[in-house]
Structures are given as C-alpha cells and as structure tokens.
C-alpha cells in the first residue's frame, strides 16, 4: 500500500473511532455475547473432547473423568493410527480427491465456455439438463451406479468411486462457472478471436486465468465433497487396499469398539487437511464451501 | 472470426461433461425407474414384476414409515438450525473481535466428515463412559445412565441434534453475509426514528433476510431428505426402525436384503421428492433469474 493510502485510511480510522468508544455495552449487547458464548462451548468442547480423547490412553479414559484433560497424554494412540495402514487410506482418499477435482473442475470450465459462447439449442438444452441435474440426490442413482459400475468391471477400484463422483460434482461446478465466465467482457473474446485464436486457445489463454478465483472456490468445494464422501466408498467398494478414510474410519470403528481414544485420533487424522488449510488458507476455505449458496 | 456457432472444437468442449453427466448420473436415475419394476438380487435373472415393489412397499407399511420418519427429521432439522443459525450469523456479521474469534471456532464442525462427527458424538453420548452422561452424573442430574441413542424415543431428535451441530454453522454464515448486504442507512434511519435494537430487528433485519431465510431452509430440507452418512453411523437405522429414513432404507433393502426392486422404488421416491423440492428453489432463490439472463445474450 502507497503512502497516501495508508494516511488515508488511519485518518478514516480517526473518524470512526470517537464513534467506536461511545458505544454503550447494552442489555442486548450482553444477552448476544452471552448467546455467542454458549454457542462457542457447544461447538467447541466436542471439538475439545476429540483433542483431548485422543492423547489419552486406554486405561485414563475408562477411569478418568472424560471432560478434562488427559493426566498422562500419549501418542501412542496417533502411533497406531499410522500402524493400523491410515497413511494408506490417507493416499487412496487424496487419489480420489485430486483427479476428481481435476476433472470436474477441466469439464465444467470447458463446457461452462462453450454454453456462454454458444447459441445452439442443443446447448441450451444440455445445460437445462444439467440444472435439473443439481436436484437429483446421488441416493436415487445409487443403486444403478452400482450395477454400472460392476458390468464396466470397475468394482472394487478408484476409478470406479472417481468416476460417479465426476458425474454429480458437475452440475454446481458447471453453474457457478457458467455465471463467472459471462462476466468476461466480450471485447476480450472479440480481440482474441481477431487475432484468430481458436476456441480451445481462448479457453487456455484468456477463460482459464480469468476465472481463476472462482476455479479455486469450485476447487475446493469439490475437493471437500469428494474428501468426506461416504457413500460411493461404502457401495463401491468392499476390499481395504481401496478405502477411503471415511469408510476405512468406520471399519476401524467397528473393530476396535472400545477402544476410544485410538479412534478419536483416527478421526482427526482423517480431517487433517481440511483442518490444516482451514489453519493457513482459512478464507480460501470458507469461500469455496460457501460457493454457490451465498455471495 | 469466432461467432457464436458450434464448431468441433466446441463439440469436443462440450463431450466429457456431457458423457460423465448422462452416463454417471442422468442414466442410472431413469434405469432407477426401471428397475423398481423388478424382481431382482442384483446377480442372478431379473423377472419383471411391474408395479409388485409399489404395491408391496405401501401395503407393508416400511415405506410410508420411512417416509413420514424422513418428513419428521426434515422439520426437526428445520426447527433446530434456522432460528438458531439466523441469531448466529446476526451475532457474527457484528464487528467486535471477540465475534470474528468465536466464529474461527464455530466453522470447525463443517471441517469433518459426517461419519466422522457420527462416531465421536456416539462416544460423546455413550451411556456408560460418555461426555454428556458422566457430566449430568457429576453434576446430580439423573441418574447419568441416559441411553441417548438406545432409547426409541429420543433417537431421532438426538440425531437431528447431531446435524443441526455440524450445520448450524454452515447456515449462520449464509445470515452472515446476508446481514452484511442490509444498508446501515436503513438501521440508520430507524435509530433516528427512535426505534431500538429489538424493533431494528424485526422491522429491518428479518425482512430483508428473507431470501436467505428461504435458501437456508432449502438446503436444510433438500439435505435432509436424502440424509445418510450420520445415521448409518450413528444408529444404523435403529433402535428398531425408529431411525429408518428413507435413504437408510433404501440401502438395506438394495445393499443389504439384495431386494433391487424395493430400493429402487424408495429411490424413485427419493428423486421424485428432490425434484419437487428443487421446484421450490428455481421459484425462490434466484437460479431462475439466470436463466432469464440468458435470454438476453
């Protein structure tokens, strides 16, 4: 930031201040931090509990009083996750993350271009379908996936969770982008097209940069979609060289009943890098989760 | 010179998308049709039965019961999330520190998965080593021995619960940024009338919510109707089928009693409703306006 701007604004700010400071703590003001308050021990002592569970060995957590820290906290617990194969389960979960994001995000942005472009009634209609598409609950097609899914001989593998996924994260990516490319100019495409750039260079070269803030919104919805996705894993698949986290969590879940606090680090582990780019990209994050529902 | 005319290169734009969509999506949801009329495992020979699933699943009762469970769930969920979030997201758009830090925390819940918060509110909630029970035993509240998940009757408020604390959050922040678009001219104008905080917020705040009142309330019901991941976890329908939403049931009669035709009827159902649903969100929310655009390129 110049100079001037920043004296402007701490003169902007010497403005608001006096303002600021006659602020009275109201009745109300007190009844909503108390609201807020209750909210954050709601929210955040489950959270806790999970921390704190997760350091604790087996024996502290069934003597031990559960709402307090652990006496003697542990890693082992973290140190099974690891033993119990998680890393593996962490690897086939990003597989299925990443390419489905690739090519969700590639596919919706190509076609995003060609509906914005495009005066064709087949075009208009495909994306007519696909907003029909945004309502259909991947529950009602579950059963035919699956069935799909084994005649094309892809039980049982990645590529059998990644491609359905492709297919249902599609309809929101497309919609959002279809609005974030008509926002370019049309001069921009007309100049391009002067120069005699093809479709696929203007797409390269002037679409794809353009609507990079949206790209990585609609990225990242993706991405946590497919991350904690349940269902496809649980349907698709039933061999543990295949799982991902949340179905390999309730597996681990269903052998090891009692043993808690191994299973608490599980789910932490298994949140770890959504809860570490909340950490370092947290508005990113939030962005892309509110994609589409709210500006 | 690029006009606005297919070429190839548009074609092949167009093809992934399309084929991915049509053959992952658009296809099974009418093979979901089709099926429903069937007598089939899933392996051996299908026979077709016509309208036998329809029939059946009405006369035995479950599907209604299903049904009407996922109808209850949809309003608890309804009740428990909107009002709250609404003072939620009132309370965060405010521009106090202490609010932008309590909602860092309040956004963490929507980090996990739902299987995720299912298995750790079970052990929150277990009877004999659980957060909630030894706390009230602690403090003399009953006898700590509450089996929240155990007991017919609470199960499905408990699980509505569950979902409403993971979401709330989600949906506060929709109020959030809609509180944030209200003109201060507005409150402005109303404190010059006189008016105070409680009257500013039912004569300006609430009204000009409305259509993120009405988004919330769509995601809510539209989410909720096919709600599975946390119940499957959670309490797998049970105890008894008291839990058994339609989604749950779809999937333990396809996937469990191999009964294709009886979980495709419940998925035509499950469709049938999303779209109806999805009726009410091209009408209110706004997506139509887009469409409207489109006519004018």
Known sequence: MTEMGTQTASVQRAKVRPNKRKRKVTGYGIAFTTFGTIWLIIAGYPLLYMVMTSFRTQNGYLIGKPWLPPSHPTLSNYAQVLQAGFFHYFLNSAIVSVCSVVLIVVFALLLAYVIVRSHSRTVRTVFNVFLVGLALPIQAAIIPVYILINKFGLYDTLIGMILPMVAFGLPLSLLILVNFVRDIPNELYESMGLEGATDFQIVLHLVAPLSMPALVSVGIYEFIQSWNNFLFPLVLTQSQSVQTLPLAIVQFQGQHTIDVPVTMAVVLFSALPLILAYIFAGKYLRRGMLVGFGK | ?297
């Open chain 2, 1 to 297: 010179m690029l006009g606005s005319r297919m070429n190839w290169q548009r074609w092949v734009m167009m093809l992934p998308a399309a084929l991915f969509f049509g053959v992952f999506a658009l296809v099974p949801m009418l093979v979901a049709v089709y099926y429903s009329g069937l007598n089939w495992d899933g392996v051996s020979k299908a026979t077709w039965v016509g309208f036998y699933n329809w029939t059946h699943a009405f006369d035995d009762g479950q599907a209604l019961h299903s049904l009407w469970l996922t109808i209850e769930l949809m309003v608890l969920c309804w009740l428990l999330q909107n009002p709250l979030s609404l003072v939620l997201g009132v309370f965060m758009a405010g521009k106090q520190r202490h609010r932008v830090v309590y909602g860092v925390v309040y956004f963490i819940p929507l980090l996990f998965s739902a299987v995720a918060i299912g298995i750790t509110w079970s052990y929150i909630l277990d009877p004999e080593f659980g957060l909630i029970d030894t706390l009230l035993q602690a403090v003399g509240i009953g006898n700590g021995t509450e089996n929240w998940l155990g007991n017919p009757h609470l199960a499905m408020l408990v699980v509505a619960c569950i979902i409403a604390w993971q979401f709330i959050p989600f949906n506060s922040l929709l109020y959030q940024s809609g509180v944030k678009q209200i003109p201060a001219s507005l409150y402005e104008a109303a404190m010059l009338d006189g008016a105070g905080p409680l009257k500013a917020f039912f004569h300006i705040t609430l009204p000009q919510l409305k259509y993120t009142i009405i988004t919330t309330t769509v995601l809510i019901l539209t989410g909720t109707l096919t709600y599975f991941d946390l119940i499957y976890v959670v309490t797998n329908g049970g105890p008894g089928d008291s839990t058994e939403v339609l989604a749950m049931d779809m999937y333990k009669e396809a996937f469990t009693n191999l009964n294709i035709g009886a979980g495709s009827v419940i998925a035509v159902i499950l469709a049938a409703a999303g779209l109806l649903l999805s009726i009410l969100i091209l009408k209110f929310t706004g997506f139509n306006k887009m469409e409207s655009q489109m006519e004018g390129t």
